[in-house]
């Protein structure tokens, strides 16, 4: 914390750290990992986020531009059933509070409250992941009957390999978490893993209302 | 002269012996595992540059078969259908897997050196990012030599390369390698960000970025925004050819158009992210031989952030000949009109540099004067394809063959062997021979004009690009007889660069740290770079770190208090770099390269059954778990000298 204080109270212009002029910079009293924008990994996450959510974008615009050329939408079939996909976007939803626990709890050290709360955000992934299921089963189309088929599926589809793969990340991270070597940056990565997370989730709500809503208007 | 010798970053030594231990610390590992397992930005870079360039060597023994098939009319030299696999494997390899990687190659390489790092900020990515390139062309080649080559044209279009008109497995191969080639160049983008935004010297705030790395900055934003849309379009089109989706088949609402946007919404961008790099190579290139920083340096960025957000407003110009509304083909006239500005801007800006300057006729300084000459005719046929009717008029003819040629290899092509020979001394620790340079650099200019040139008249006598031959009364034959003639002498002044290259790399004039006397940070290392680049990471006190004294006050000249033994580096702040904490870096791993095979398996596994992503993601899983999970003895290390934030 000393350092922090040290770091924002410098002067424009000058550099903070022990500074010999014309000589040395001694940064070894420097911490040696850092949370949120201050952590590299985090600028990687965020990369990553920034290309999957250009990836949903363009296949949102694909969805309507789709439409644009349609004579009626959606291509004779019924639009897809709303119980599963509202229920999938409520426990998306609740997900982030087991979340922002865990990532509170990566923040402050907290190593009992980060196995407690990835735990907590495993059984919700499970959860999220099997109703999934029955959401593909409701679309009320197949993704070879025509091109809105084919729309909502990859809507659907790319948005489940971001729950799989998230899920998978979660699962070795707590299992690391467990069994350890630990050090301080493991951390690091819990909290962004969570920030991932909230992506997903978040992610989630303009492709709901495109596939759940936009066929009913 | 003055202003070279007040070097700002004094080179002292921290302590005895600590080169050595430094040496040991940062290398790659012995041995071929150790090889396959490398992960120092240096040697990741320099098997880059080397792959893309042997990939541009083979797309030009492709470039030159078919100026062969062309030399006179009704030659039967190549057949149609290889023809079609000929000039589709050659436009695919150019720009996938030259003109793009090289660039990122060069970044890779170089961005660290430039702004003081000692490595990239994601070094086991980077050398996964490598294989994966490196597999994936692989791939589109083996299935040429197959038999079973694209043929559909280097854009891919549907219907032609949908499941109705192009059967087998020749346009999956294709689609597949747009997946290699995006997934490497979208995580060299993060990584550069990374590197760029966290690792710099400190003390170099975004004032004084070198020009280059701005370029590569800018160009890494741009491929994070624009490759998605081909990543998502060659997905949709593989399964629209293996699973019977209908995303481009008209009969079930699908639409043929939506290719073309998803394609050029990447494909028209993808052209400034291999022109951009390019203006960062003059950029460096000039204020050495001119032996005075880039006039206009403010001009200079804000033209290159105006360029890449213009290229996103251009994409329709490459689809006048369709159906779109003519009031939006008007709009996407005046973007391509529009973006002759700030491109002009930094042209003027080089030209009062070079001006105002003691110019240096030096090869990589012909290169970018030969830039001037080839562009600017590049960028004129340009204005007159971006109008509607005149576009029209040749569209799909080997006029806009002869512009794009104009455009990529004087825009992105003659600043890239003009950079060779600039960076070669850094790389090889010896110079490249200056008598070859300029037979290779006069070669390839005669030789360029007399391929290309003729090609404006050619089009505009209405011969269509892509055509196997042509019968004798059309009296296209004198013309491409001569541009045969001009693909002739330009293979043969890349055959001096690669003679001139092998041979200087052994027998070479040695180098010293700085044989130019230029500016940037790269020229404080040693040439050929240790290890670890810098003894003492430097602190930046100005926008030409080695032609000016520090101008920050009281400022230290470089860094200490990091660790010898384990890979530790300073992490600075976005902006102002202001020293923010030592970050560690992983120690090479051989699961990058596991990853990475697993992950072609997956990818080429799924061209012949669609499960394949499903078994094939168990298989990837497990090699990148295992590059994740740390190891007990480096985690002992880094607790030695963790610091809580």
Known sequence: MTTNKRLSSSPAGRIPGNVTPGGALDVSGLPSYAFGPRSLMWWGTLGVIAIEATVFAMMVATYFYLRSQAPGWPLGVQPPLLVWGTVNTLILLASVVPNHFTKHAAESHDLAGVRLGMCLCILFALAFLVVRIFEFRSLNVAWDANAYGSAVWTLLGLHTVHLVTDFADSLVLAVLMFTGPLEGRRFVDVAENAMYWDFVVFAWLPIYAVIYWAPRF | ?645
């Open chain 2, 1 to 645: 002269m003055t202003r070279r010798s007040q070097a700002s970053v004094k080179r002292t030594a921290p302590a005895a012996g600590a080169a050595a231990l430094l040496e040991q610390t940062w290398r790659d590992p012995p041995g071929l595992v150790g090889w396959l397992s490398a992960i120092n930005h240096k040697s990741i870079g320099r098997r880059f540059i080397v792959s893309a360039f042997g990939f541009f060597v083979a797309g030009g023994l492709l470039a030159a078969t078919m100026r062969l098939q062309l030399a006179r009319p009704d030659n039967h030299l190549v057949g149609p259908d290889l023809y079609n696999q000929i000039f589709t494997l050659h436009g695919t390899t150019m720009m996938f897997l030259f003109a793009v990687p090289v660039m990122q190659a060069m970044a890779v390489y170089l961005v660290p050196l430039m702004i003081g790092a000692r490595s990239t900020a994601f070094p086991r990515m980077t050398a996964y990012a490598f294989w994966m390139y490196l597999f994936g062309g692989l791939m589109i080649f083996a299935a040429f030599l197959l038999g079973m080559g694209p043929d559909a044209g280097w854009f891919s279009y549907v219907p032609l390369a949908g499941p109705d008109y192009g059967p087998g497995k020749r346009n999956d191969f294709w689609a597949q390698l747009i997946t290699f080639t995006e997934v490497s160049g979208l995580l060299i983008s993060i990584d550069i960000i990374t590197t760029v935004l966290r690792l710099r010297a400190p003390g170099m705030t975004f004032a004084r970025i070198p020009l280059f790395v701005w370029a590569m900055l800018v160009t890494a934003f741009m491929i994070i925004f624009a490759m998605p849309a081909v990543m998502l379009g060659s997905t949709m089109l593989i399964m629209d050819r293996l699973v019977s989706t209908h995303f481009f088949n008209y009969a079930e609402g699908g639409d043929v158009l939506l290719w073309q946007h998803l394609f050029w919404f990447f494909g028209h961008p993808e052209v400034y992210f291999i022109f951009i790099p390019g203006l960062g190579f003059m950029s460096a290139i000039i204020a050495t031989f001119a032996r005075r920083p880039v006039f206009g340096y403010p001009a200079m960025v804000m033209s290159i952030m105006a360029t890449s957000f213009l290229a996103f407003g251009l994409w329709v110009h490459h689809m006048f000949a369709t159906n779109v509304p003519e009031l939006g083909k008007a709009f996407f006239t005046a973007m391509s009109m529009m973006i002759a500005v700030p491109t002009a801007t930094q042209i003027f800006c080089w030209i009062a540099t070079l001006a105002t300057g003691r110019v240096n006729f030096r090869t990589p300084l012909l290169f970018v004067l030969g830039f001037f000459f080839i562009l600017v005719i590049g960028g004129l046929t340009g204005l007159m394809l971006g109008s509607v009717p005149i576009d029209l008029q040749v569209h799909d003819t080997y006029f806009v063959v002869a512009h794009l040629h104009y455009v990529l290899i004087g825009g992105a092509v003659f600043p890239l062997f003009g950079a060779w020979y600039y960076w070669f001394p850094k790389i090889t620790g010896r110079m490249m021979d200056e008598r070859l340079g300029k037979w290779n650099f006069w070669l390839f200019f005669a030789g360029f004009n007399v391929a290309f040139y003729p090609m404006h008249h050619l089009g505009l006598a209405g011969m269509p690009r892509r055509v196997y031959t042509y019968p004798a009364d059309m009296g296209w034959g004198p013309l491409n007889l001569l541009s045969t003639v001009g693909a002739v002498t330009i293979a043969v002044s890349v055959l001096l660069f690669i003679v001139n290259a092998v041979r200087s790399r052994r027998h070479g004039a040695i180098a010293t740290d700085n044989p130019w006397g230029a500016s940037s940070l790269e020229w404080a290392a040693a040439s050929p770079p240790a290890a670890y680049n810098f003894l003492a990471p430097p602190v930046v006190g100005g926008r030409e770190p080695l032609w000016e004294a520090s101008k920050d006050v009281g400022a230290p000249t470089y860094v200490t208090g990091l660790a010898l033994d384990v890979r530790e580096a300073l992490a600075t702040t976005p902006l102002d770099a202001r020293p923010d904490h030592r970050y560690i870096f992983p120690q090479p791993s051989i699961w990058p390269f596991v990853s990475a095979v697993a992950t072609t398996i997956m990818f080429i596994a799924s061209i012949f059954s669609p499960w394949a992503i499903v078994w094939g993601s168990l298989l990837v899983a497990v090699p990148v778990t295992a590059w994740f999970w740390p190891k007990r003895a480096e985690t002992e290390k880094h607790l030695a000298l963790e610091k809580r934030p």
